[in-house]
C-alpha cells in the first residue's frame, strides 16, 4: 500500500470544540470524519447512495444527539468511535432493509472504451473483485476488516462502535481477513 500522509485533527481537541461551541464547531467535526464514514459505508454497503444517505442520517443523528448531551459528556467523547457507532449501525440496518425487499438486476449496460492502460484495467478489476469478496463477508467481519484497514480506527475505537468487547472484534478482523485470503487468494496475492 503507498503511503499518504495525511494531517488528522486531534480528536480530543474537536471534542472540546464541539462541547463549547456546537454549532460552530460541527463544520471542523463534519470535515474531520466525512471521508470515512463515506468510504467505510460505501465498503459496508456496496453502494453509493446508499452510502451517500447513511454519512447524511449519521450527521444529523449525530447533531440532535450532541444537543441534548452536557457539555462534560461531549468533551469526553472519543468522537471517531461514537461517530462510527452511529454509522454502522445505520449501515446494519440499510443491510438489513435491502434483505427483506429484493431487487431485480437493471441488466448489463454498454459502457465505452475508457482509455484506460492495461495495468489500470487490471487493478480496477483486482478492485472490484475485493470489492465484491469484502460485501461477502458477515457484517461483524465486513465492519471490523474496513474500520481497521481501511479506515485505520484503533481496536478501541472500533469496540466502541461496533458495541463488542476489543477481543472481538480482533477476532472479527482475523476472521475476516482470513476468509478473503481463503475466498479469493488472486487477489490478496497481489
Known amino acids: 500500500m503507498m503511503g499518504i500522509t495525511m494531517t488528522t485533527p486531534d480528536m480530543s481537541i474537536l471534542a472540546r470544540d ?12 463534519v470535515r474531520a470524519t466525512a471521508d470515512g464514514i463515506y ?5 459496508m454497503l456496496g453502494d453509493r447512495t446508499d452510502a451517500e444517505d447513511v454519512m447524511q442520517e449519521t ?9 441534548g448531551y452536557s457539555q462534560e459528556r461531549i468533551s469526553t467523547l472519543q468522537v471517531r468511535g461514537w461517530t462510527w457507532t452511529i454509522a454502522a449501525n445505520l449501515c446494519r440496518n440499510r443491510l438489513r ?9 437493471l441488466g448489463d ?10 495495468d489500470e484495467e487490471a ?29 485505520d480506527l484503533t481496536y478501541e475505537e472500533m469496540a466502541i462502535a ?10 472479527d478482523v482475523h476472521r475476516g481477513l482470513a476468509r ?5 487468494p488472486e487477489e490478496t496475492a497481489r
Open 59 to 67: 450527521y444529523a443523528r449525530a447533531y440532535n444527539a450532541l444537543s
Open 39 to 43: 468510504s467505510g459505508s460505501l465498503r
Open 180 to 184: 478473503l485470503r481463503r475466498d479469493y
Open 162 to 171: 461496533l458495541d463488542r468487547p476489543v477481543g472481538t472484534v480482533k477476532a
Open 18 to 29: 464541539l462541547a463549547g461551541d456546537l454549532d460552530g464547531s460541527f463544520a471542523a467535526y
Open 97 to 105: 432493509s435491502r434483505s427483506r425487499k429484493p431487487t431485480a438486476p
Open 123 to 151: 487493478l480496477s478489476e483486482v478492485g472490484e473483485a475485493l470489492r465484491a469478496a469484502l460485501l461477502d463477508l458477515p457484517f461483524p467481519q465486513r465492519a471490523a476488516v474496513v474500520m481497521r484497514h481501511v479506515l
Open 109 to 118: 449496460f454498454d459502457v465505452a472504451a475508457s482509455g484506460r492502460s492495461t
